[in-house]
């Protein structure tokens, strides 16, 4: 008889042990065991956080050991979390099985040594039959649906229940989730607010009733100096939407703004056109909110929406300052293009502000947030789970960087932005609304616009000043884009075996044609350099450009009148008609106030036991090379960590949503 030890490893989660009958048979390259139970006593089966050795003899060599398969029976018909196998051969070999799966009862998992293959690497039929019949197992669990007309792609599943066992939130994430929006409510006294919804606050001031709840030291800063011109510009570069400047070379031809206009603003002693051409304007344009439908789901409250432009200014402090600002874009003929300036008197200016500010709120929620980040990366990982084996590199690459992305995708569409959800609660982009906005924006949705350097460059603001979100998200892409390289290199030899490699290649075709198509999405890779790239925007978008959008909320949106989620009233045509009580009837009232601070509150936590960029604690990877190419990251990483940390410390309004201690690894709230 030959013994075979075999090392059951559970995980640490809530509800990962079992006491139902697992059993086992071991495949080697010569030959099979026979199916058998491991059997501890009844209460000793596979216990949370425990790792079970057992042996299994058998009557002959089985060879190495290439594949193994549990089997779940019934006792309980409870879960079982399977986070390895381990399985050491009468001579001493060492053969390790990653799993990290749940396993549901009466189901059979056969899990491939951790050895990282590509596709034509599998020489024998044996292997060839498991890969194939996993992608087709895969490809059934993971369908296409498009939930919306013009959205990208995403699972066809109508509730997280429906969803595959595998990326489901896990019982503790579930409860943090929905415990996260109760305590919002809780900690910020909100219900009272929520039975007064239709009551308009009275002044400025009242704000203080929810915000004074609970503070930090960004909201506070925002609170006491959200008036100020210069606290408006800063936002553009590191708030909560670093994405929507530009440099302005060229004034649009809707935009009424003149030399006499601005020349109060501009401290050069320049013409406006000489500083278009010196490259000292820049604009934040919201075209794609033009002819918008405003959410019209409350019958009682009637909502707006405008699509601004707002001109800024990098003046000799080196400060981004608002120098005019347009909230409508009729042709110039029209004679109704009226532009606010900071010359105007003290309630024209500021409202002007809040419009942008309103526009910006929406404009980052649904493109920014919701569609650059949360759908773009939910295509990534259904593409990846129907296209590339568990045992492909690039699979066990990823896999840390889909983390809930698909569940927290799918709760988002049971209870945010679905038919009377919390969106359509507070939010002017609520309702229909939604729908036209996402349309709109996958017209502009590029594969290069996804790529941090290209975009940075594409707005010309290469050389803005201050600019931590570009200065910071270079460095992390950087840090990405070289371990990534290090891994690719690791398993592909040559640009031919990436153009060979049937499973990256169909992965790639997947992603481009489940909604990317039209965003020049590539539909197949040719070369090393290619696929380094492509890999890069994945794990980016998932963990640091999600973390830079994300993570902030509450931080830049907790002082509503600094970003209002929705406007009452309509944006003002002509100056010297607006006061207070304008201001305040278009701003939140109390109701949708409160919604507004529940869900940013509730968006901006980071959850227990969050795994951030660059920590790989389940070991896909038994490759030394890997193990040391993720060593270097987490070296990069801390690298530009401290970077940050050390820039930090003379910033008044210190930037930390790129320091990587920081970035979730993937979309997961």
């Given at each position: ?14 509800f990962a042990g079992t006491i139902d009958h697992v059993y086992l048979t071991l495949t080697g390259t010569e030959r099979c065991s026979d ?380 209870k945010l932005i679905s038919k009377d959800g919390i969106v359509d609660q507070f939010v002017s982009t609520g309702g229909t609304a939604t ?235």
């Amino acid at each position: 008889m030959f013994t075979y030890t075999v090392s059951v490893s559970t995980g640490k989660q809530e509800f990962a042990g079992t006491i139902d009958h697992v059993y086992l048979t071991l495949t080697g390259t010569e030959r099979c065991s026979d199916r058998t139970l491991l059997d501890k006593s009844f209460f000793q089966r596979f216990a949370r956080g425990t790792v079970m050795p057992i042996d299994v003899s058998v009557k002959e060599r089985l060879g190495d050991i290439v594949l193994v398969k549990l089997e779940k029976k019934n006792v309980l018909n409870d879960q079982w979390y399977c986070r390895c196998i381990s399985v050491t051969s009468p001579s001493g070999d060492r053969f390790d099985f990653p799993c990290y799966r749940w396993i549901a009862s009466e189901k059979a998992v056969v899990l491939r040594d951790g050895t990282a293959r590509l596709s034509h690497e599998d020489k024998t039929c044996l292997l060839n039959d498991h890969r194939r019949t996993e992608l087709e197992s895969r490809q059934q669990l993971f369908r296409w649906k498009e939930w919306q007309p013009g959205f990208p792609m995403s699972i066809d599943a109508n509730s997280s229940k429906e969803l595959p066992l595998d990326v489901q939130f896990e019982a503790e994430k579930a409860v943090d989730f929905n415990e996260n929006l109760n305590e919002a409510f809780n900690n910020l006294r909100l219900n009272k607010l929520k039975s007064l919804f239709q009551s308009s606050w009275k002044d400025i001031a009242d704000f203080n009733e929810v915000f004074l709840s609970i503070k930090n030291p960004v909201s506070e800063y925002v609170m006491q100096n959200w008036k100020k011109d210069f606290m408006f510009g800063y936002q553009f570069l590191n708030g909560c939407n670093p994405v929507m400047i530009s440099k302005c070379m060229k004034l649009p031809d809707e935009f009424a703004v003149t030399q006499e206009m601005v020349k109060g603003s501009l401290d050069r002693g320049l013409t406006l056109q000489e500083e278009l051409k010196a490259g000292n304007i820049y604009i934040a344009d919201y075209a794609i909110l033009e002819g918008v439908r405003a959410n019209a789901t409350d019958p009682n409250t009637q909502q707006y929406l405008a699509a601004p432009f707002c001109l800024l200014y990098k003046n000799s402090q080196n400060e981004i300052m608002p120098i005019a600002i347009q909230l409508s874009r009729q042709t110039p003929a029209a004679g109704m293009n009226t532009v606010f300036l900071p010359s105007d008197n003290h309630h024209d200016w500021m409202l002007a502000k809040m419009w942008v500010k309103s526009s910006d709120f929406n404009v980052h929620q649904l493109v920014t947030h919701l569609l650059r980040t949360h759908l773009t990366s939910e295509v990534f990982t259904i593409a990846m789970y129907r296209q590339l084996a568990a045992v492909h590199p690039v699979y066990k690459l990823l896999i840390p960087h889909v983390r809930f992305t698909i569940a927290i995708n799918t709760a988002a569409r049971e209870k945010l932005i679905s038919k009377d959800g919390i969106v359509d609660q507070f939010v002017s982009t609520g309702g229909t609304a939604t729908v036209e906005v996402i349309q709109k924006a996958m017209k502009t949705l590029t594969y290069k616009s996804m790529c941090f350097p290209e975009a940075i460059k594409s707005r010309g603001v290469e050389d803005l000043p201050n600019y931590y979100y570009r200065d910071d998200g270079m460095m992390v892409w950087e840090a990405v884009k070289s371990f990534v390289s290090d891994v690719v290199k690791i398993f592909y030899g040559s640009d031919e075996m990436v153009q060979k490699d049937k499973e990256i290649q169909a992965f790639v075709q997947d992603v481009c044609f489940s909604g990317m198509k039209n965003c020049e999405f590539p539909d197949s890779l040719k070369t090393r350099e290619q696929l380094v790239e492509f890999l890069t925007v994945v794990i980016f978008t998932a963990s640091a450009q999600h973390a830079a959008v994300n993570f902030g909320q509450y931080d830049w949106f907790s002082w509503i009148p600094n970003s209002p989620s929705t406007m009452r009233k309509p944006p003002p045509a002509q100056k010297g008609q607006v006061d207070m009580k304008y201001v305040m009837e278009s701003l939140p009232d109390r109701g949708r106030s409160s919604w507004h601070l529940g869900i940013i509150w509730a968006l901006s936590q980071f959850q227990d036991n969050e795994l951030f960029l660059g920590e790989y604690p389940d070991m896909y990877f038994t490759e030394q090379p890997v193990m040391e190419a993720a060593k270097n990251f987490r070296k990069k990483l801390a690298e530009v960590t401290n970077i940050i940390k050390s820039r930090n410390k003379n910033l008044k309004m210190p930037y930390w949503y790129l320091s990587p201690d920081r970035i979730p690894n993937s979309v997961a709230i």
